[in-house]
Each structure stands twice: as structure tokens, then as C-alpha cells.
């Protein structure tokens, strides 16, 4: 009936400006159900407790949505070449000096069901979901073809490495799945993200504990930091989320940065001295980071982490 659907919702992915585009179905995620069980039970969630419910949705993404019958997974490439080579520049993670992500990836993710609408004529009926749904997501990338998940835990793309983000369309509509790839032993014998963690939070390979993740201490956790933790983020200089597992990654070597006019990143984040941010009143906070990620982490936090690096 609808002759080359899938295709063509993934000409109009790439159209809209994603970087890739697979379907897989709302199958039950039977090994991740293992490993999310074990994460959990040890507490490696932190206090992420979000993360404990919904556990049959998360590992059967078919209970989320009633009469899916596909998910169409969409990546969005981040890839920005520049590094902060001054040392005494507080470190942002590369993600971080975008416009915030679930926003304007769900504007996209709309904009790819209209068309979609009207490739069918039909009304159909779907959700579109960005980190923010009990969703497996990079195990849904991993299932709709579009790469691996590498010993960091992160997902790398297909010759766009891991720093992209990773959003989906639940539909009902039964398009045709892509495979899974199927060698996916990427890493070989590589263990550099696991060596140069910091803090040793990858505490096997595909393992991460967040109670040792600075990306958790600085974006999500909401207790005060330990000490432990703050003598690190003061050696490394780090001041919202963390990218040292990925930077270090072999598959992120060979990258070029896409450029969206519509979500370009301000690299004057990436230049702002710690009198700068420390200057900031929560009024003018609210204002610069209205439409950024690193409004989640509060204006408290940031002056908490600021103390910690002075
Ligand atoms: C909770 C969370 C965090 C936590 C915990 C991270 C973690 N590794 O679990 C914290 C706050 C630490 C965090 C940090 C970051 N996050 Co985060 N986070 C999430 C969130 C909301 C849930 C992840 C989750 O379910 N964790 C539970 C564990 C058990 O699941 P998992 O690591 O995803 O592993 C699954 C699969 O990988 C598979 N699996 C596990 N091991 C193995 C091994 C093999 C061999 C195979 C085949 C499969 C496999 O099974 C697991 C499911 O049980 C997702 C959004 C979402 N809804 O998925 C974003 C998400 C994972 N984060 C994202 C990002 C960008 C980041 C940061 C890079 C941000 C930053 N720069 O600071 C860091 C990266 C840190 C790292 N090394 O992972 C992106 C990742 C994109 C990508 N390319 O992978 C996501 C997908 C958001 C998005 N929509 O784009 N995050
Ligand atoms: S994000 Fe940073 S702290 Fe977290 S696992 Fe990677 S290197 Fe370690
Ligand atoms: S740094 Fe090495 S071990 Fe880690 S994800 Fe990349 S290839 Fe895999």
C-alpha cells in the first residue's frame, strides 16, 4: 500500500537535517532487561530514582505506547571540532554549549511525523520522544542498525562516532526494521575510556556506576558533592557534564562538524573565565541559559561546583 515507506521517511529524516535514521520494532529488550536489573539493584542509578520506575515499559517499549507497531529512531549529530585548550577555563561538555537538545529535537521529531502524515495520507498516531520517556534509548539505536554501544556505554554511530543525541517516533504504522549490525565487538581490546575516567566510574567495560560519573555530579545529582568527587572535579576543572570518555575515544578521531544554522552552538561558553561565571546573578543565569542544557544543573549548583574549583 505504501510503496517504499520506509525509505522514504528516512530521505526526510536526512532532509530535516538528521544525521541518520532506522526502524526497528517495539520488541521486548530481553538482555538489556539483565543489565538494567543489575544496574539497579546495585544502586548505580545514584539518586536518579526516575530511573527505577516504569521498568516493564523500559525494557518493553510496546506497554509505553499503546498500538505501536514500529519505532523510528533518529540521530542528531553534535560533533564540534573546538577543544578548550586553556586549562584554566572551566571544562563544559561539548553537548552543553548547544541549544538545549529536547526542545529542539522534538520540534524536528514533529516535523518528521507531518511529513510522514502526508506521505501516508492518513491520519496516523504516534508520540515523539527525546530523553524524556522510560525508554531504553540507546538500545533502541543500537536495534535499528544505526551503530554500537561502546565499552563507555555510549552509543556510536555509524561514521559519526557517539556524540550524537538519539530521539524516536513511536508509530502505528508497520514499516519495514532494519537489522541489527551484527559484528559488535567495536572496541576490540580498547579500553582507554575506561583508563582515563577519572574517577573510575566505568567500573567494567558497558558498566557505568553514576555514583562516581561526573556527568551525574554536575548535571543531575541534587545532595551536595562529596569530597571525593569535588578533588577531581577541581584536578580536571570540570564545571557542567563530562566528556573525557568520549574525547578519548578512537571513533571520535576522524570526525567533521555539521553545520545547522537552525542549532549552532555559542562557543563563547567555552571561553568564559571563572570570575565570569562567578559574576552571574541568578536573574541573568536564568536569562543567558533560558534555552540551554545547563539550566538543569541550577544556578545553585553551578556556584556550588564554582566554589569547589576556586
Ligand atoms: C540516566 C542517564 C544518564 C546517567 C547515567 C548514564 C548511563 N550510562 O546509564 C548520567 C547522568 C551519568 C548520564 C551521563 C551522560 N549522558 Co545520559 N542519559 C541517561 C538516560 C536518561 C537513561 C540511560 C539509561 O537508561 N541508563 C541505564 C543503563 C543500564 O542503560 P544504558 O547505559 O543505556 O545501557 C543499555 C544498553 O547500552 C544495553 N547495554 C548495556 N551494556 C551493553 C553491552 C553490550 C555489549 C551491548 C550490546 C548492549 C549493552 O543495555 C542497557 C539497558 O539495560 C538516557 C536517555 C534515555 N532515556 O535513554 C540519557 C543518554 C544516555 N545520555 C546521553 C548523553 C549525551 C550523556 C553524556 C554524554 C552527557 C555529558 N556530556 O555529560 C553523559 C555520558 C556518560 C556516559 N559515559 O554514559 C545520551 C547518549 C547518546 C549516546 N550517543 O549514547 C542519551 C541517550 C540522551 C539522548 N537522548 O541523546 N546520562
Ligand atoms: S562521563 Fe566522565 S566521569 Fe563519567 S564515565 Fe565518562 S569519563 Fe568517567
Ligand atoms: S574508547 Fe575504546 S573501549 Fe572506549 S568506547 Fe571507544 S573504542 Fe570502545
Redesign the pocket.
Known amino acids: 500500500m505504501y510503496e517504499n515507506l520506509s525509505e522514504k521517511i528516512k530521505i526526510e529524516a536526512k532532509n530535516l537535517g538528521f544525521s541518520a535514521c532506522g526502524i526497528t520494532k517495539p520488541a521486548f529488550?530481553e538482555?538489556?532487561?539483565i543489565?538494567?536489573e543489575n544496574?539497579l539493584q546495585k544502586k548505580?542509578?545514584a539518586e536518579?530514582f526516575y530511573?527505577e520506575n516504569h521498568f516493564e515499559k523500559?525494557?518493553n517499549p510496546s506497554l509505553l505506547v499503546e498500538n505501536v507497531k514500529s519505532i523510528i529512531v533518529v540521530l542528531w549529530n553534535y560533533f564540534i571540532e573546538n577543544q578548550q585548550l586553556n586549562a584554566e577555563i572551566p571544562k563544559i561538555?561539548?553537548?552543553?554549549i548547544f541549544p538545549d537538545?529536547h526542545i529542539f529535537l522534538k520540534k524536528k521529531l514533529s516535523l518528521l511525523a507531518e511529513k510522514i502524515e502526508k506521505l501516508t495520507e492518513k491520519n496516523i498516531s504516534y508520540r515523539c520522544f527525546?530523553?524524556s520517556?522510560?525508554?531504553?534509548?540507546?538500545?533502541l539505536?543500537?536495534r535499528s542498525g544505526l551503530g554500537?554501544?561502546g565499552k563507555?556505554?555510549?552509543?556510536?554511530?555509524k561514521n559519526l562516532g557517539?556524540?550524537?543525541?538519539?530521539?524516536e517516533i513511536f508509530i502505528d504504522l508497520p514499516l519495514d526494521f532494519d537489522s541489527e549490525i551484527e559484528n559488535?565487538n567495536v572496541c576490540g581490546k580498547c579500553l582507554r575510556?575506561v583508563n582515563i575516567c577519572p574517577t573510575k566510574?566505568?567500573l567494567e567495560p558497558?558498566?557505568?556506576d553514576?555514583n562516581r560519573?561526573l556527568?551525574?555530579w554536575?548535571?543531575?545529582a541534587k545532595s551536595p558533592i562529596p569530597q571525593e568527587i569535588s578533588t577531581i572535579l577541581k584536578r580536571e576543572n570540570i564545571l557542567f557534564?563530562?566528556?573525557l570518555?568520549?574525547e578519548v575515544c578512537p571513533y571520535n578521531s576522524k570526525l567533521s562538524q555539521q553545520k545547522h544554522s537552525e542549532f549552532s552552538p555559542n562557543f563563547f561558553l567555552f571561553e568564559m573565565e571563572k570570575q565570569e561565571w562567578k559574576n552571574l546573578s541568578q536573574e541573568s543565569f536564568n536569562k543567558i541559559f533560558k534555552n540551554s542544557p545547563i539550566k538543569r544543573a541550577t544556578f545553585q549548583k553551578i556556584q556550588e561546583i564554582l566554589q569547589i574549583l576556586t
Open positions: 529488550l538482555n538489556e532487561k543489565f538494567l544496574w548505580m542509578n536518579m530511573m523500559r525494557i561538555s561539548k553537548y552543553a537538545y527525546v530523553d520517556a522510560p525508554i531504553l534509548e540507546r538500545s539505536a543500537l554500537f554501544i563507555n556505554t555510549n552509543f556510536i554511530a557517539s556524540y550524537v543525541f538519539i530521539a559488535k575510556c566510574a566505568i558497558y558498566v557505568l553514576a560519573c556527568a551525574y554536575t548535571i543531575e557534564g563530562c566528556d570518555c568520549q
